[in-house]
């Protein structure tokens, strides 16, 4: 019998907690909030993160990016927050990367100096950009790749041997890859984080967090994490169990169908740019083959000159405009006006976000539906387009 499991295993039956009584095929869901603290293998208790839902999915989180250990959150930004303080104290400086989801970037210009903690953010995503920032008391290099929204690629490997050569800790969002396409541990990153809201859940109905790293520095963020509260309710560690089970089928036919979309946009004659990492004429497509099993489920692209972004997205009869992404159900959202929203114009222009970005989320639907839906709003949006 082969060492590792595949993909599709992992997602069912990694972590699942055996119905030693009534012998169910599901992990039985635990919802007490008060456990015995004598006579027992470990004291339980919820905002321990370490109830049997919690320590369950923990488990299936850590051998998905593996990794060697887990835990979960009660939202992405709480991953975030938790693993940064869990590193970081007065004094200290971290490094960003320039092209960052609008919540962390939020997190970093308006919490970090508050606990005396300074930030740099690089002027690219080169390695040679991050190494600019580097200062005697940075501790912490974070990236994310494929970023959010424009889909850019940072160099894992060159990131974590930058990070390796002045004693950095890495971390790295990893939600628009999913671990069913990327896994940054392999490469030498350290921490590994998700909105578990996002592909792990996959059905736009719950919201989560998690982090996946050595055991070594899991027990720093956790001891963290006990004070600072971010835990999840087993009610939806139950259900974030259950979603993950077809995660890497779904992922699977999400980046298929992106990619078949992708190739749709590039050529049209009313779209001006696609950003996808899956397209060769990206800058950083030969690097997202080197590093991704897929290119992922998310693109972004921009209309023409005079189309309006707004009303080609109210148009739409089977893509729904929407906030999240990565459900099974695909959608388009303005960065502008949600995962962006909170960083000023000029922040965002530096970035290269324009007013007219479109986020598209892939979903699962025939491919042929989706291109139909595309072509009917840009109908649309073209006939009420006054051309100067």
């Known amino acids: 019998m082969k060492k590792t499991k595949g993909i599709n295993t992992i997602c069912t039956h990694v972590g699942a ?29 919820p905002r321990y993160f370490n109830t049997p839902n919690q320590e369950g999915l923990s488990k299936k989180i850590a051998a998905l990016e593996h990794a060697e250990a887990g835990m979960i959150f009660g939202s992405g930004m709480a991953a975030i927050s938790h693993c940064l303080m869990a590193f970081l104290e007065a004094g200290d400086h971290i490094v960003f990367q320039q092209t960052l989801y609008g919540g962390t970037y939020n997190f970093a210009t308006t919490q970090l100096e508050k606990y005396g903690v300074t930030y740099s953010f690089t002027q690219g995503w080169d390695t040679a950009d991050f190494e ?8 912490v290099i974070y990236i994310e790749t494929p970023s959010n929204p424009l889909l850019t690629i940072t160099d894992m490997q060159a990131v974590a ?20 396409n990327q896994n ?14 996002k592909y792990m859940g996959g059905h736009s109905d719950l919201c989560a967090g998690a982090v996946a790293t050595s055991k070594e520095k899991m027990e720093k963020i956790w001891q963290s994490s006990i004070c600072f509260g971010g835990s ?26 992106a990619m078949d979309l992708a190739k749709h946009l590039e050529s049209h004659s009313d779209i001006e740019k696609v950003y996808y990492p899956g397209l060769e004429n990206h800058p950083d497509h030969q690097l997202a083959k080197s590093q991704m099993h897929g290119f992922g489920g998310m693109l972004s692209f921009e209309l023409k000159e005079g189309r309006d972004a707004s009303q080609f997205m109210k148009s739409l009869q089977l893509i729904k405009p929407s906030m999240s992404l990565a459900g099974v159900e695909s959608t388009v959202t303005s960065p502008v006006l949600t995962s962006h929203a909170l960083m000023s114009a000029a922040d ?32 649309k949006v073209k006939s009420n387009t006054v051309l100067v």
């Open 132 to 139: 600019r920032e580097i200062k005697p008391n940075t501790k």
């Open 17 to 45: 907690i055996k119905d030693e009584r009534f012998k169910g095929a599901v992990s039985p869901l635990y919802m007490s909030s008060s456990y015995a603290f004598e006579d027992v293998d470990a004291k339980r208790y």
């Open 348 to 379: 965002r222009e530096k970035q290269g976000i324009k007013d007219g970005l479109i986020r598209f989320s892939v979903g699962i639907e025939e491919v042929e539906d989706l291109v139909e839906d595309i072509e009917q709003a840009l109908k």
């Open 161 to 180: 041997d930058l990070a390796k050569k002045h004693g950095l800790v890495t971390m790295i969002d990893n939600t628009f890859a999913s671990p069913i």
């Open 184 to 197: 940054p541990i392999d490469f030498g990153i350290d921490i590994v984080i998700h909105s578990a809201t």
């Open 232 to 257: 999840l309710s087993d009610q939806t560690v139950w259900l974030l169990e259950r979603s993950l089970k077809t995660m890497g089928l779904r992922v699977k036919a999400q980046s298929e169908n």
